[in-house]
């Protein structure tokens, strides 16, 4: 198929739901996109922060091809060599949470962190945060914040409030004693690439123990290396009660997973399920993900390559730039207009970027992407931003 093909087949058949881009691509090999020409595109999406170990990763293919000639599904009532492999390097990833569910998607993972916080804790409250983003399904929309998602698909779940991010004061004052259960980017992504302090997610612990209320993680973006530790929960020495986690867990094969610590009750036969919950070829392609994380170091390349890539934007000297920020290889670059433009300039230059709002341009590379990829990066950009661009 040619590209005009392709473009013309999606586009009557599309759902509609999602705003098409004209770029056909058909390849990826490490942080490299290439089209249905041929022409390559530097990935500076990570398909929205899946493609934490690069595209095309030789062992995840391997790991694939072995699993799906071998056994790709049973129900998690069937105990399986991969997927007991899989729990039992999950579960070591963060001390004390030793128990894990496994499902298909970050927005299902959500779903069911929130129904064993209600049957472990017997309330119906859950405390989110402004500008958060953790999902479309019912219950996860009821906790995103912006209304571009939520409006026309009230009325959505009971018992959800927000409060300000990063406002320990605001946090105090929502959370009593009907609190289920508090639910907390530790760097918002959706919302605008902001990254909480250490004294706010501290003190979200505190509060919940005082309160009873469980504190659940939203790792889902920032988990796996993204933001230089295995989950930036670790920058700041706080474990959470349920820990929920997808996008780069297995490769880049759909799977989500609820880490869940010794807090957590009730959670007995039927309460929860998924048919393809912990299927064997979603197990076999997170277990070689996992270890390819491990023995690449990709927190430590995406806490190094972060690094210079931050400091390297924070020097470009331009009247458009309002802020760099982020932590590792999780960046955003805050413009004083709107940067869809500038998107649509970049992607012309061979380089794919995402938003993060309409003022936020968001960088979430492969962690594999290298240090000539970068440096080239940082010149489209220097040359980018330094113009004005409008609609
Ligand atoms: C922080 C966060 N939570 C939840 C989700 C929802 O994940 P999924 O699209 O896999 O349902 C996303 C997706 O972008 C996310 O970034």
Do not use: W
């Not at 959505?156 to 105090?172: K, Q, R």
């Not at 509060?207 to 988990?223: K, S």
């Not at 933001?227 to 880049?252: E, N, W, Y």
């Not at 004083?336 to 993060?356: F, G, T």
């Amino acid at each position: 198929m040619n590209k005009q093909e392709i473009i013309d087949i999606e586009t009557k058949h599309t759902s509609g739901v999602y705003a098409k881009q004209t770029l056909t691509i058909v390849r990826g090999q490490g942080a490299s996109l290439f089209d249905v020409d041929g022409v390559e595109y530097l990935d500076c999406s990570s398909g929205h922060g899946v493609a934490n170990l690069g595209h095309a990763h030789q062992k995840i293919a391997e790991a694939i091809y072995k699993q799906a000639n071998t056994l790709i599904t049973l129900f998690e009532t069937f105990p399986n060599d991969k997927r007991a492999e899989l729990m039992k390097k999950i579960t070591s990833l963060v001390a004390g949470l030793d128990k894990v569910f496994l499902c298909n998607s970050g927005t299902e993972s959500v779903e069911a962190a929130f129904k064993f916080a209600r049957i472990s804790t017997g309330r119906k409250n859950i405390v989110a945060a402004m500008r958060a983003f953790h999902g479309r399904t019912y219950g996860s929309l009821s906790a995103t914040y912006n209304k571009k998602y939520r409006e026309g698909f009230e009325p959505l779940v009971p018992g959800f409030s927000h409060v300000a991010y990063n406002n320990v004061e605001a946090l105090d004052k929502a959370v009593n004693e009907e609190t289920a259960a508090v639910i907390l980017e530790v760097m918002q992504g959706e919302g605008g690439v902001y990254p909480a302090t250490a004294e706010y997610i501290q003190a979200a612990r505190r509060i919940c123990d005082e309160r009873g209320a469980l504190l659940i993680v939203d790792e889902i973006q920032t988990g796996f290396g993204r933001t230089g530790r295995m989950f930036a929960i670790q920058h700041f020495g706080v474990t959470p009660d349920l820990l929920v986690c997808a996008k780069s867990l297995a490769g880049g094969v759909p799977m989500g997973a609820v880490l869940i610590g010794h807090s957590v009750k009730n959670l007995t036969p039927g309460v929860h399920g998924s048919t393809f919950g912990g299927n064997p070829l979603s197990c076999a392609a997170a277990v070689a993900a996992l270890g390819v994380m491990e023995e690449e170091d990709l927190p430590g390349q995406a806490a190094a390559k972060g690094k210079y890539l931050m400091d390297k934007l924070k020097k470009i000297e331009s009247p458009n730039i309002r802020e760099v920020r982020g932590m590792g290889l999780m960046i955003g670059i805050e413009m004083k207009q709107k940067v869809a433009p500038y998107i649509k300039i970049l992607q012309e230059k061979k380089i794919i970027a995402l938003n993060a709002g309409m003022t936020v341009i968001r960088l979430l590379p492969p962690l594999v992407i290298t240090y000539e990829q970068i440096d080239h990066l940082v010149d489209v950009f220097t040359e980018v931003l330094t113009q004005e661009a409008n609609d």
